[in-house]
């Protein structure tokens, strides 16, 4: 009997694993996308809407209903409305009490009001149990399974229970809750949606900077100085010529300053004789967005081999050539080959190639699904070891290629040096100073300080 009894227990379906209804304030493109994945995940949805009629964009498997009456059959609430739509709920302030109520809302700029929405909407029912969740989370995403989106959903709440029935929901929607602490983070939350690339500003500006001042510094050497002292028109050098000088340059002086931080880090570790104060703010922002400045770089890079690699195929090198062949043939003679010149063409071109090659390997271990592959020894071998070796490279191809103009007065047009001149002063001046950390007289106190040694362990902060 005891066996029996308990095989057919097994066999029984487990109610406990069934969901509670959850009610939707709402019916528009997000509160529709939450319900259809809510009821995909098992969990009965109840609309409340001004209007009962069903409509076809309703999820079949919904009911809908009056809001007092949605709000009666279920403990937790979603407010998929807009801020300004609050005050209706305020008549239901009873009938809310004591009940979950999930403030999902956006606004339209940064800190638009004094209080985020959660805050206010708590101010309006202190009897709810307000949380502020899946506001970072679009109607697209759900729709199409968060298969294309970040899966990441911001959880804040002064309720803990509450709090944590929220974030059960959104693990059964395969989704990540993130626990973001109290409703004072809410502001936060929403403030996050609104931020276009936050940690993009700095490089991106940066590379536009560099990209604008070097376009305009070439055009004026390559172009109007042509014109002007020796007539000739080359304006057409803005399409192809200028951008793939300009790209290498740029390339190089981003993946510098990749690695320049670090270099002040340690110069101010150093001095400080410990690694237990903060980095100036300038610092530790420039610091953290390193990954961004890398990769911008590696864009800028592969533009330049493309730019590179349709050489061949333009007028005006087909003309040189073509030019060059005829002038021999006019004057019935053959230019030998000069040895040495083969020697630096193909030296910088294998070392801008094996250059090329690390960089896009950097950029390939930064990404999220490489880098949670590696653990973090095999992670900054290929970061810093490896980072610094293509940084070598990419700067030995630059200097081989245009270290000939350093001694040529030909190149300092209106006294200016050529552009590849001052692509080196960076990367140069960073090599310089890491030659210098790694001596054993500076790397081995580097190294005990940032192993905990302090040199006025009573003066730290």
Same mark, same amino acid.
């Given at each position: 009997m005891n066996k029996n009894s308990s095989n057919i227990m097994a066999l029984a379906p487990n109610t406990s694993n069934k969901r509670e209804t959850v009610c939707i304030f709402g019916t528009g493109d997000f509160g529709r996308a939450l319900g259809h994945k809510m009821i995909q995940s098992g969990y009965p949805v109840v609309y409340g809407s001004r209007s009962t009629q069903i409509s076809n964009l309703i999820p079949k498997d919904a009911e809908v209903l009056s809001h007092a009456e949605a709000a009666q059959k279920a403990a937790i609430i979603i407010i998929a409305i807009q801020r300004q739509h609050y005050n209706f709920l305020i008549p239901l302030a009873e009938i809310l009490r004591g009940k979950v109520l999930v403030d999902i809302s956006n606004n339209l700029k940064l800190n638009q009001y004094p209080e985020s929405n959660a805050e206010y909407l708590a101010q309006l029912l202190p009897g709810s149990k307000v949380v502020k969740a899946f506001n970072t989370v679009s109607a697209w995403a759900l729709q199409s399974g968060t298969l294309d989106a970040s899966r990441q959903v911001f959880v804040c709440g002064d309720d803990v229970e509450a709090k944590q029935m929220v974030m059960n929901i959104v693990h059964a929607l395969s989704?990540?809750?993130?626990?973001?602490?109290? +409703?004072?983070?809410?502001?936060?939350?929403?403030?996050? /949606?609104?931020?276009?690339? /936050?940690?993009?500003?700095?490089?991106?500006?940066?590379?536009? !900077?560099?990209?604008?001042?070097?376009?305009? @510094?070439?055009?004026?050497?390559?172009?109007?100085?042509?014109?002007?002292?020796?007539?000739?028109?080359?304006?057409?050098?803005?399409?192809?010529?200028?951008?793939?000088?300009?790209?290498?340059?740029?390339?190089?002086? +981003?993946?510098?300053?990749? @690695?320049?931080? !670090?270099?002040?880090?340690?110069?101010?570790?150093? @001095?400080?004789?410990? =690694? @237990?104060?903060?980095?100036?703010?300038?610092?530790? =922002?420039?610091?953290?967005?390193?990954?961004?400045? !890398?990769?911008?770089?590696?864009?800028?890079?592969?533009?330049?081999?493309?730019?590179?690699?349709?050489? /061949?195929?333009?007028?005006?090198?087909?003309?040189?050539?073509?030019? !060059?062949?005829?002038?021999?043939?006019?004057?019935? =003679?053959?230019?030998?080959?000069?040895?040495?010149?083969?020697?630096?063409?193909?030296?910088?071109?294998?070392?801008?190639?094996?250059?090329?090659?690390?960089?896009?390997?950097?950029?390939?271990?930064?990404? /999220?699904?490489?880098?949670?592959?590696v653990n973090w020894r095999e992670f900054r071998f290929v970061q810093s070891k490896l980072g610094y070796l293509a940084l070598i490279l990419c700067t030995a191809h630059t200097l081989v290629y245009g270290g000939k103009w350093f001694l040529s007065p030909s190149a300092y047009k209106w006294y200016l040096p050529n552009i590849y001149m001052l692509s080196l002063v960076v990367p140069c001046a960073v090599l310089v100073v890491k030659f210098v950390l790694i001596f054993p007289c500076v790397d081995k106190p580097l190294t005990q300080i940032r192993q905990g040694w302090e040199r006025n362990p009573k003066h730290s902060e």
């Open positions: 989704l990540t809750p993130l626990d973001k602490g109290s +409703l004072l983070a809410a502001q936060e939350i929403e403030n996050y /949606p609104l931020q276009l690339f /936050p940690m993009w500003k700095f490089p991106i500006f940066l590379s536009l !900077g560099l990209t604008a001042f070097f376009f305009f @510094y070439c055009l004026a050497l390559d172009v109007i100085y042509t014109y002007i002292y020796e007539k000739n028109n080359f304006s057409f050098f803005i399409a192809i010529t200028i951008p793939n000088r300009v790209c290498p340059v740029v390339a190089l002086i +981003l993946l510098a300053l990749v @690695y320049l931080p !670090g270099i002040f880090a340690a110069i101010i570790q150093l @001095y400080r004789g410990t =690694k @237990y104060r903060r980095f100036p703010d300038w610092l530790d =922002k420039w610091m953290l967005c390193r990954k961004q400045l !890398g990769l911008i770089a590696l864009a800028f890079a592969s533009l330049h081999v493309v730019f590179t690699l349709v050489t /061949p195929l333009r007028a005006f090198v087909s003309w040189r050539t073509s030019k !060059g062949i005829i002038s021999q043939v006019l004057n019935n =003679k053959t230019e030998p080959l000069n040895s040495t010149n083969a020697w630096i063409s193909d030296s910088y071109l294998a070392l801008g190639i094996l250059g090329f090659f690390l960089f896009v390997l950097l950029g390939i271990t930064s990404l /999220p699904s490489v880098s949670n592959n």
